[in-house]
């Protein structure tokens, strides 16, 4: 099996590399590539891989603009240290989503699943167009519609509907409706943004989730980030970092 890795810490990269051969001598590394340019060289001069270890924080990049750039038909198997991109993963051949730090276990439960996947499916074109859709079919539906919140001695139910966004501060978690009303939350914004579905809201940086109906206007900022505004007012000025600009504006036009 071959299998090609694009990573750009080189020695996560080495480490992956080692583990990769210690499960099955058989399988035999490609190539190991570090950006979105180089990638892009690689698969107009090489033959398609087996397999694909990607992470998708790359240093001149999202590793989703490679996919914008050449035809890839290889499953590909995402490894990075955020949950936020898990969507847009499986609409780009993802068949798995590792969390960093990975472990052998990990690998190996991946590994089992190209093998079962492979038994059911023929790697023809057509089979694998419906083994994308099956993926691409994974829906958002159950979603969580409201947040019982504790408030002045009373519990009540704030619906997700009015939602306007989630927020980190020194004191936890707590959510913001349109009407300016804010209520605390013990859960983290990344369990928040599992129950809310990533279609309606977006983790736009470490501490705010907002909702995509009540973002109002979005600009450029310097260094290529975004600055964006809602419909209320913030404490602090919403900054999208460069590394997530192209990914929040694909969200955004995924309407």
């Known amino acids: 099996m071959r299998i090609l890795i694009i990573e750009d810490e080189v020695k996560t990269a080495k480490s992956l590399a080692r583990l990769i051969q210690s499960i099955d001598i058989r399988y035999s590394i490609a190539d190991s590539l570090q950006s979105i340019s180089s990638a892009v060289k690689w698969f107009s001069d ?3 891989p087996d397999v694909i270890f990607m992470d998708i924080q790359l240093a001149d990049g999202l590793s989703f603009d490679i996919f914008t750039k050449v035809n890839i038909t290889a499953p590909v198997i995402f490894c990075t240290a955020f949950d936020d991109y898990s969507i847009q993963a499986f609409k780009s051949n993802g068949i798995e989503y590792l969390l960093k730090p990975f472990n052998r276990n990990d690998i190996e439960s991946a590994f089992d699943k190209i093998t079962n996947l492979k038994t059911h499916f023929n790697r023809d074109q057509s089979t694998s167009a419906n083994l994308l859709n099956i993926l691409k079919s994974i829906s958002e539906d159950d979603t969580k519609k409201n947040f019982l919140v504790y408030n002045r001695n009373s519990y009540i139910n704030v619906s997700t509907s009015v939602i306007s966004y989630f927020y980190k501060s020194l004191n936890g978690i707590n ?3 349109d009407d300016k009303k804010t209520y605390s939350l013990t859960e983290s914004l990344d369990q928040l943004h599992r129950m ?3 279609h309606s809201f977006y983790r736009i940086n470490r501490q705010y989730l907002v909702a995509f109906k009540s973002i109002t206007e979005v600009q450029h ?6 600055v964006v505004r809602l419909n209320i007012e913030t404490d602090e000025k919403l900054i999208v970092g460069r590394e997530r600009a192209s990914e929040f504006l694909d969200w955004l036009g995924d309407r």
């Open 46 to 48: 090489n033959e398609q």
């Open 221 to 226: 900022y310097f260094d290529r980030k975004l």
């Open 175 to 177: 959510l913001v409706t």
């Open 196 to 198: 809310v579905g990533k």
